[in-house]
C-alpha cells in the first residue's frame, strides 16, 4: 500500500465568557442566526438547560442525525464548556423534541454549573460544531471534508450587549495536522491509590476531561473509579484530544475489512490486546457509526509508533501498561494486502497488580 496524504484535522475548542443570569428562574442567549446551522441560543428553566435551533436553518448533517430522528443517538456526543471546566453530557439524558419550527436539545445540568457556559461542542455523526459564544464563532468540521468557521453576532440578555462580531465566513486549508481521537486512559490499582498522569505528545492538547493543567493527580480505585480532587467528581477515565501531523502515513500493517464486518473484526482485535468487555464496548461504540457504513476499511494498529509519540508516564510505576492505537481509512473498494504486509493479531497481556490501559484513534482521507 502507498503513502496516503491525510486530509481530516482536529480544531482547538476556544472558550470564553458568555453570561446566563444565574439568578433568573428562565434565562435567554440569543445570537444572529442567519446560515448558522440554525443555533438560536439556550435558556435553562426547571434543572434543565435548552439549546435552540431554527429548523429552517439547521445544518443538513445535523437534520439527517437528530432532526429526522427526533432522538439522541449515543454515539453523538455533547461538551458543554464552563469557563475553565468542561462539562460531558450524558447521551441518555438528553432529550429532543421538535415543534413550532424549532428543534430543541435538552438535558439536565445545575444552575451554578449553566451559569458559567461559554461554549458548545456537539460531535455529531460525521461532523463537529464547536460554539464560542463571547467570540461569536462557530467552527464546523467535517470528517474527509470541509472545515469552515463562521463569525456571528451573539446577544447576551442579563448584559443587554450585542459582541462586536460582525458576520462573515471563511474556509480554512486545516493542512496536514489530523486528530488523535478520544484516547482514554483506565487506571485499576491494587488498591486506592494516589495517581499523577502526565503526557508528553509531539503535538497540542486540544481537549481534555477533567482539566489536565500540568498532569492530572487523582486517586483511583481498584473498580476502575478515578476521583479528582480538583472537580470533587469521579470519573470512568481519563479523556484526552491532540493534534499530530501526518506529512504522510504509510499502513505497514493491516487489513481490510469490509464495513459491515467491522464489529466482528475489532472485538477480536481488542480481546487479543487485553482490554475487557467494558472497554471494548466504549471502543467500539465510539468508531462503530464511523466505520461500519464504509463500503471498506484499511485499518492498521501502530500502538509502538503511538507511545513514541504520545508519551504517558503514570506515577507509581504500573506492572501492566496496554494502550491500543488505531488508524483507519475508509476505502470504496476492497483493497489486497500482501502477505508480509497482513495485520497479525497481537498476544494477550496479561493484567496484574496495578493496571494502566489506554486506547484511541485516527481517521485518514485518501487525497
Not at 435548552?50 to 429526522?68: A, G, L, P, W
Request: net charge negative; with cysteine; proline share 4%.
Amino acid at each position: 500500500m502507498g503513502r496516503i496524504r491525510n486530509a481530516v484535522s482536529c480544531v482547538l475548542v476556544v472558550a470564553v465568557a458568555a453570561g446566563l443570569c444565574a439568578g433568573c428562574s428562565r434565562s435567554n442567549f440569543s445570537c444572529d442566526s442567519d446560515n448558522l446551522m440554525g443555533f438560536e441560543g439556550y435558556y435553562y428553566e426547571d434543572g434543565e438547560l435548552y439549546v435552540v435551533f431554527d429548523e429552517d436553518n439547521i445544518d443538513d448533517v445535523m437534520e439527517r442525525s437528530v432532526y429526522d430522528d427526533e432522538e439522541w443517538n449515543e454515539y453523538d456526543q455533547i461538551y458543554v464548556h464552563l469557563k475553565d471546566d468542561v462539562f460531558e453530557v450524558d447521551p441518555d439524558d438528553v432529550d429532543v423534541d421538535v415543534s413550532h419550527g424549532q428543534l430543541i436539545i435538552s438535558f439536565e445540568m445545575d444552575r451554578a454549573d449553566a451559569g458559567k457556559i461559554t461554549g458548545f461542542y456537539f460531535d455529531i455523526y460525521i461532523s463537529r460544531y464547536i460554539l464560542d459564544l463571547e467570540n461569536g464563532t462557530l467552527d464546523i468540521e467535517r470528517e474527509g471534508g470541509d472545515c469552515k468557521e463562521y463569525f456571528f453576532q451573539t446577544y447576551d440578555q442579563s448584559k443587554d450587549k450585542w459582541s462586536e462580531a460582525d458576520y462573515e465566513l471563511e474556509t480554512y486549508d486545516w493542512g496536514d495536522d489530523t486528530c488523535v481521537e478520544k484516547p482514554v486512559i483506565y487506571l485499576y490499582p491494587a488498591s486506592e491509590t494516589d495517581v499523577t498522569v502526565t503526557l508528553d505528545i509531539d503535538g497540542d492538547l486540544t481537549c481534555t476531561y477533567p482539566e489536565y493543567g500540568n498532569g492530572w493527580n487523582v486517586t483511583a480505585f481498584p473498580d476502575g473509579k478515578i476521583y479528582d480532587p480538583n472537580t470533587d467528581r469521579y470519573y470512568d477515565y481519563l479523556f484526552w484530544e491532540g493534534t499530530r501531523s501526518f506529512d504522510s502515513y504509510e499502513f505497514t500493517n493491516y487489513a481490510c475489512v469490509p464495513g459491515e464486518d467491522t464489529a466482528e473484526f475489532l472485538e477480536s482485535y481488542l480481546e487479543a490486546a487485553g482490554l475487557n468487555d467494558s472497554e471494548i464496548d466504549d471502543f467500539v461504540s465510539y468508531w462503530l457509526p464511523r466505520m461500519q457504513e464504509s463500503p471498506y476499511n484499511l485499518i492498521s494498529f501502530p500502538s509502538e509508533e503511538y507511545s513514541d509519540w504520545a508519551k504517558l508516564d503514570v506515577y507509581p510505576e504500573p506492572d501492566a501498561v496496554i494502550r491500543v492505537y488505531m488508524v483507519f481509512m475508509p476505502v470504496n473498494e476492497p483493497v489486497e494486502v500482501p502477505e508480509s504486509n497482513e495485520l497479525i493479531m497481537p498476544s494477550t497481556a496479561e493484567r496484574q497488580g496495578f493496571t494502566v490501559v489506554e486506547w484511541g484513534g485516527s481517521i485518514l482521507c485518501e487525497q
